[in-house]
């Protein structure tokens, strides 16, 4: 082989390996949106609401006029922002419209990803309220104790606090929590999620604040603190158990 051939087989490669590591590199913003087609790789670990902004990003970099503060203040602030007057004037060209297109179907696949990560969330606190040891097993490889001990009643008054049809995300992060004063204590039963992990809490974390001492007035007798925290994964489309900790 030629030292000529090998010097142009030698750049084919060169040139390769560095349109790799344009697509694998994960995008911050919109700025090459126009002439740049982006990958899936790219934006594989994008939320919703960042692939949101990205596609915002596109109309804002043509100029165009939002009616939402939250946007109207974000981009208000970019130094390349220059608002429209007529929305309608603004055009994309066919790579923004690939782009837009993009984020739109990885947006989807991620809604029915969460649709999908609830429903099995749901289908495992109806499995536990019936007690039924044998699918839990073998649907979420959860392991019950015998005689549902207090491990297994918390667990039980965790998912029966918490909403799961009204869990406020942001980002990869989804939570809601119920604080509970009893009188006594102050406990906390919430449901944790960030990217594929999930957390049920029960944090039982002090006294109640209508308690001033602990006198002839009360008799509770002391702040018995502790945590329980069962530990999902969501892979694959599955629901898995992995693990529960305590802590007191």
């Not at 100029?63 to 390349?80: A, C, I, P």
């Not at 495992?124 to 699918?135: C, G, P, Q, R």
């Not at 029960?202 to 945590?227: C, K, P, V």
Request: hydrophobic fraction near 35%; glycine fraction near 2%; aromatic fraction near 12%.
């Amino acid at each position: 082989m030629s030292k000529r051939m090998k010097r142009i087989i030698f750049i084919i490669l060169i040139a390769h390996i560095l349109i790799y590591k344009l697509n694998a590199q994960v995008i911050d913003n919109c700025s090459d949106c126009s002439n740049q087609i982006v990958s899936n790789e790219q934006i594989k670990e994008k939320s919703t609401d960042e692939l949101q902004l990205l596609i915002n990003e596109i109309y804002a970099r043509k100029g165009y006029n939002f009616k939402d503060l939250r946007f109207v203040e974000y981009f208000s602030n970019q130094n390349w922002y220059r608002p429209a007057k007529n929305n309608n004037e603004i055009k994309l060209n066919e790579i923004e419209n690939q782009n837009v297109n993009i984020f739109k179907e990885r947006i989807k696949y991620l809604d029915l990803q969460r649709k999908e990560l609830i429903n099995q969330i749901k289908n495992f606190k109806k499995y536990v309220l019936a007690n039924d040891s044998i699918y839990l097993r073998k649907q979420f490889e959860f392991k019950t104790k015998d005689n549902y001990d207090k491990e297994n009643k918390d667990l039980r008054s965790v998912l029966n606090k918490i909403n799961l049809d009204d869990i406020h995300w942001y980002k990869n992060k989804g939570l809601y929590k119920v604080l509970i004063d009893n009188g006594f204590v102050i406990i906390e039963h919430s449901i944790r999620i960030h990217g594929n992990n999930i957390d049920l809490q029960l944090n039982q974390m002090s006294h109640s604040e209508i308690i001033e001492g602990f006198d002839a007035y009360t008799d509770y007798r002391s702040e018995i603190e502790y945590m329980l925290e069962w530990q999902f994964e969501f892979s694959n489309g599955r629901l898995k158990f992995i693990n529960i900790i305590g802590a007191n």
